[in-house]
């Protein structure tokens, strides 16, 4: 006789707890995604979408950079996977990426990144002004070089995770949003959440907490450190009709990314404001100042839309992955920080693998222990 498939209870529904859902209902399992308010209305729908592991990690091949690689490599067959399973399509273009710097001297950190990048499959090219320029015409002047990474991509957030979740319920995902925040009454042995304001009860096998930057109010629940804090990113966007950036364009203060609807987006701070997600004034003259240094043809101008999201953080900057040593019913897929979007297809895979008991291949799960912050 066949065993029962477990009932999974997804906490959340940004990328990540979509993310897992779809995977976990193609391998057969039954799963319900519990979200308090709109899924993809916080982090996920303000991301750039850009998913860039060299770009992202110029210091060293750690856990954190392998597992993003893992997930870059695995984006060609996902996003197609959300799409057909969808029926609905969304950017996903094979710019690839340069990363700028304005002095010489810099060449040389960039030559040192591609040593050890290039170990890695980077295939990157070191360019001179000159051959920055040949690829960037609009890049400014004072730029002294750059790294191209070609393989590098972006999505365009806001249409992925639209396209997650529809890829969710047509598989037979169910999808419950507008709850309210839905605690978690039991977790030790099978799993109870309540949606606080109805009072309405779930009740499943197992329990993925995929609640993003608000991962950190969890700890007293799981009696366990969770130091997951949300950081503010405020982003904006300008109407560049004309398409004048073709690659995403990082340097050290930021990073241009133009997207197929003419838009060109271009982020973001890294701000310390608790759960407020509004957009003030000086985060967005920072922006606009370092977009105008990038691109001159940016100088002055305003951008059409400003937008917030929270990113978020953990204490060591790796995510909580797999599950705990505390209870076989949960399973944490949290602060992702910079790179959820990029992360999804790696993270959805490393979560329906713990859920099935194995351990993804080829990946160092113990850098992303859960409990690793202790009691
Ligand atoms: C400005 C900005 C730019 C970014 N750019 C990129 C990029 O280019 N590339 C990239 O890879 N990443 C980028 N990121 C990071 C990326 O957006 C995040 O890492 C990712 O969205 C995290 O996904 P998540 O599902 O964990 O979190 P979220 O999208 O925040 O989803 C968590 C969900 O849980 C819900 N929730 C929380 N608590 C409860 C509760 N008690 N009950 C029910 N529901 C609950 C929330 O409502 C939310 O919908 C960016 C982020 C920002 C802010």
């Excluded at 040389?108 to 070191?126: F, N, P, T």
């Excluded at 925040?181 to 977790?187: D, F, I, N, P, T």
């Excluded at 009709?241 to 203060?253: I, L, N």
Aim: aromatic share 10%; proline share 6%.
């Amino acid at each position: 006789m066949k065993t029962p498939q477990p009932d999974i209870l997804v906490l959340g529904g940004g990328v990540i707890g979509l993310s897992c859902a779809f995977e976990l209902r193609r391998r057969g399992h039954r799963v319900t995604v519990l979200e308090q308010g709109r899924c993809g209305g916080q982090a996920s729908g303000a991301a750039a979408g850009m998913l860039a592991p060299f770009a992202e990690n110029g210091e060293q091949p750690d856990p954190f950079f392998l597992l993003c690689l893992q997930s870059l490599r695995l984006y060609p067959d996902w996003q197609l996977a959300v799409k057909e399973t969808s029926g609905l399509d969304f950017e996903y273009a094979r710019t690839g990426s340069l990363y700028v710097v304005y002095h010489e001297a810099d060449s040389l950190v960039l030559a040192s990144r591609k040593r050890w990048q290039d170990a890695y499959g980077a295939r990157s090219e070191l360019l001179d002004a000159a051959g920055l320029r040949r690829l960037e015409p609009n890049i400014a002047p004072e730029a002294a070089g750059a790294l191209l990474y070609p393989e590098e991509a972006h999505v365009y957030a806001p249409d992925y995770v639209q396209a997650l979740e529809e890829a969710c319920r047509r598989t037979g995902v169910v999808i419950r949003d507008g709850l309210g925040a839905v605690e978690v009454a039991r977790w030790l042995d099978g799993v109870e959440l309540r949606a606080s304001a109805s009072g309405e009860t779930f009740r499943g096998d197992r329990l993925v907490v995929a609640n993003g930057a608000w991962a950190g109010l969890t700890e007293s629940v799981f009696g366990m450190r969770i130091p997951v804090y949300p950081i503010r990113g405020q982003i904006c966007a300008y109407e560049t009709p004309d398409r004048p950036v073709r690659h995403m364009v990082f340097c050290s203060q930021g990073y241009v990314v133009g997207k197929r609807n003419g838009t060109l987006v271009c982020g973001a701070s890294e701000d310390v404001a608790g759960f407020d997600t509004t957009v003030t004034r000086k985060g967005i003259a920072r922006l606009e100042s370092w977009n105008g240094k990038l691109f001159p043809f940016l100088s002055g101008r305003r951008p059409f839309h400003e937008w917030a999201g929270l990113r978020p953080a953990s204490q060591d900057g790796f995510p909580l992955l797999g599950a705990t040593s505390r209870s076989a019913s949960v399973v944490f897929a949290a602060g992702h920080y910079r790179n959820g979007i990029l992360l999804s297809p790696a993270t959805a895979q490393v979560v329906a693998d713990a859920i099935e008991g194995r351990e993804t291949a080829g990946l160092p799960l113990g850098a992303f222990a859960p409990d690793r912050f202790g009691d």
